[in-house]
């Protein structure tokens, strides 16, 4: 369904409000669809636990994806334990953005992964995680920082960028600062992706599919910077840009 302003879907977070009998509703951060409407989308709220049929055919009809942060993938979906310090997860959105993601690299349609979406299309294309990297990477930086002591728009640490590929091109620069807000990060980068942007002590901050026309993914929150970061900008332009690309066809 591509016009001049691409529909872009965003899958949804649940959450349980226990002044409703516990009835589930639907919510994320409200800056994702304001980055993506600010540079041309048309963004579109995705609910969980919907049929495989009615799932498949909102995706149909999708322009792009932007997988969205929020709280960690089980780690069953990557065949480990729990760790002590894993922090909440979310089953429904787990298996909604699994499929999405998956037929989004499938169907070569537009992908971008942001904090936990990085994670989650990382594992939907057979990769793993470190659960909690204060007690898996010797010597990491402070990765997890709190709203409340550093707003969205504050960068707390450098990142730098692979001189290849698609990020490389979007940001035309080596290195940027970024905001960080993440106790999770890729271990082992699923083989079909490549790492683009690292973090000074190692860990990775940047994923691409070379393969795919938009395939991307930060570890950090661009949508949080839009506003003041005019990289963190670039990444939503370049993304809205390919979502409007006519969709190849399905053979």
């Known amino acids: 369904m591509t016009s001049s302003q691409p529909l872009i879907g965003i899958p949804s977070a649940t959450h349980v409000d226990h002044e409703y009998n516990a009835t589930p509703s639907y919510r994320f951060n409200g ?14 709220v995705i609910p969980l636990d919907l049929p495989a049929g ?7 009809r999708l322009d792009g994806l932007c997988l969205a942060g929020g ?27 699994l499929a999405l993601a998956r037929w989004a690299l499938e169907a070569d349609l537009p992908v971008l992964g942001i904090c936990r979406g ?10 793993s995680l470190y659960q909690h990297i204060p007690d898996q990477v010797a010597g990491a930086l402070t990765h997890d920082h709190m709203l409340a002591d550093s707003p969205w728009e504050r960068p707390t640490h450098r990142v730098v960028i692979e ?30 992706f490549r790492g683009v942007a690292y973090a000074e002590d190692g860990i ?4 691409e599919h070379p393969e795919r026309r ?14 003041s970061d005019p990289y963190a900008r670039k990444i939503f332009e370049a993304f809205v840009a390919a979502c409007s690309e006519t969709r190849p066809a399905q053979g």
């Open 71 to 97: 709280v960690d993938v089980d780690p069953a979906e990557y065949g480990e334990s729990r760790h002590i310090h894993l922090g909440s997860v979310d089953r429904a959105r787990d298996e909604t953005e």
């Open 54 to 60: 009615v799932l498949s055919a909102i995706f149909e």
């Open 214 to 227: 938009f395939a991307l993914a930060v570890q950090w929150h661009p949508e949080g910077m839009f506003r």
């Open 118 to 127: 990085i994670q989650l299309l990382n594992v939907a294309a057979g990769g």
């Open 163 to 192: 001189p290849a590929g698609l990020l490389a091109g979007i940001l035309g620069v080596r290195e940027v600062m970024t905001n960080s807000f993440h106790h999770q990060a890729i271990k082992a980068i699923a083989s079909e």
């Open 31 to 44: 800056n994702y669809p304001a980055a993506l409407a600010a540079c041309g989308a048309l963004p579109l």
């Open 204 to 207: 990775i901050e940047g994923i």
